[in-house]
């Protein structure tokens, strides 16, 4: 009787998955394509833990098991369930309608819609991925005010690997697999990729260990639900953050240090540094994007001097070896560099806020002096343009 029973729950229970799915089989694409989207995101993201030379937020591998993200994967899941569900309500529209012209066009812009949603997410998954490990940082509002602050799309498209394609191609790939093939076979995939779906659910809930609140939440969180957290609390507590800042954003050219006697910093300066001379000194700085001073004059393994000018300009000025950077991000470490101040300790870069008005360097140097600045390169990549534009 148990038996029976059994197979006649699990024989209605495939009839009504099988009738879902025939009722909308784009949602189910969907939800297979966002499904490996995630999946691929996860595992990319625990190969580079434990292997890419550069680790974000100084993520110690010896600390963690090598399974350690399964405990993460909720995020993810929770993140596919919702966009699933929300793509199916949103299907149920096309039966308010009883013109055929109506059906048709509801169906076609939803897929159009599914399409760019998908990519929407790819795109989010893809930039957290990279930004962790190249900068150090997790896609939020900052990151994405400061990509389109004046960067080409057409340079941006060149830091676009191969990897990056295919990740960006395959859940378009499995999406039309499950929307032209066989019915049978769609249904298979389906069951397979929901008891995946369940199988990753339950293993994140035993996988749960003690040291999981410890990571970062760039790390722990779905890009997507990190973004928009991020827009949430600038959203809704932004003003905090600038009111706690207040006193930096409000300083002017009329406070600004021209207007401070200079003596006791010339008497210290004196006292450490070179020697007296007449004629006033050239302030240069030489800013080299990315450039580690273990490169510049490596002269190891009978190599040449990598760059003779900048080591000769090193000799006769000051090579400041003990200075170190205040940020992995460059905006934040040029303001720093040109400033002398530390900026926000949140994810937000200052130097390149509108309201960026702050004393620079080139304020301290009196009359007779020329400020200029000559690169090759765009300076909306790296440069606190509205920092330096404001003084």
Sequence with gaps: MTKLKLREFLRKGYDGLTGMISSNRASFAFFVGLLATVLVYRIQLTI???????KPFDFNPTQHPAWFTLAYLPY?????????????????????????KAISFSKISGLILLHLVLMMMLLVHGVHSRLLFDVQTGL????????????????????????????????????????????????????????????????????????????????????AFFLLSDMTESVFFGHSVKDQNGNTVKVTRSVSPLSRPLGPGLSEMERFGSAKRTPPWNIVFFIMESVGTRYIFDTSHGHPMPMPFLHKISEEGWFLKKHYTTSNVSTKAIFSLFSGLYDFFNRENFGTRVDAEVPAIHNWLGEGYDSFLVTPSSISWYFPTKFVKNN
Excluded at 201 to 211: A, E, K, M, P, V
Aim: hydrophobic share 55%; charged share 15%.
């Design 48 to 54: 580079g833990l434990f292997t890419h030379p550069v």
């Design 76 to 100: 993810d899941l929770v993140f596919v369930l919702v966009c699933f569900l929300l793509s199916w309500l949103f299907s149920r529209i096309t039966y308010l309608f009883k013109q055929g």
């Design 140 to 223: 939020d509002i900052s990151a994405i005010k400061e990509a389109f602050s004046g960067i080409s799309l057409l340079k941006t498209l060149k830091f676009i690997e191969i990897r990056d394609y295919l990740f960006l191609i395959f859940p378009f790939a499995f999406f039309w697999l499950v929307l032209l093939s066989p019915f049978r076979l769609t249904v298979w995939m389906v069951r397979f990729s929901i008891l995946l779906f369940l199988f990753l659910s339950s293993l994140s809930i035993l996988t749960t260990h003690g040291r999981a609140r410890d990571v970062p939440e760039e790390i722990r969180l779905n890009p």
